[in-house]
């Protein structure tokens, strides 16, 4: 199992990135993935998450309506369109199947390096 986050970058309020996490070693299209982030001195919290097929999405409360997330099976890649970027979404962004899945009992212990995204004026 692996995840390879980018995307990442410094950015200013307001301003937009796009997050794209290749995955590999499993059948990326019959599980749910999400992305998380973790804050410096903060735990790793769950930020978006979508169904195998794409047709279900969930977001954490604080990216509602400014992130996307989205999912290209045939080339086992996951995205996270992020708009209207605050500082307080600065974070290491990383990939990894959903919780929940039977996947994640194995996955969580496969996290990639993740993308660092920083938003600064």
């Known amino acids: 199992v692996q995840f390879v986050e980018s995307g990442g970058g410094l950015v200013q309020p307001g301003e937009s990135l796009r997050l794209s996490c290749a995955a590999s070693?499993?059948?990326?299209?019959?599980?749910?993935m999400s992305w998380y982030r973790q804050a410096p001195g903060k735990e790793r919290e769950l930020v978006a998450t979508?169904?195998?097929?794409?047709?279900?999405?969930n977001y954490a409360d604080s990216v509602k309506g400014r992130f996307t997330i989205s999912r290209d099976n045939a080339k086992s890649t996951v995205y996270l369109q992020m708009n209207s970027l605050k500082p307080e979404d600065t974070a290491v962004y990383f990939c990894n199947a959903a919780r929940g899945t039977t996947l994640y009992i194995q996955s969580k212990n496969y996290w990639g390096q993740g993308t660092q995204v920083t938003v600064s004026p």
């Open positions: 070693g499993f059948t990326f299209s019959i599980y749910g």
């Open positions: 979508i169904s195998s097929g794409g047709g279900s999405k």
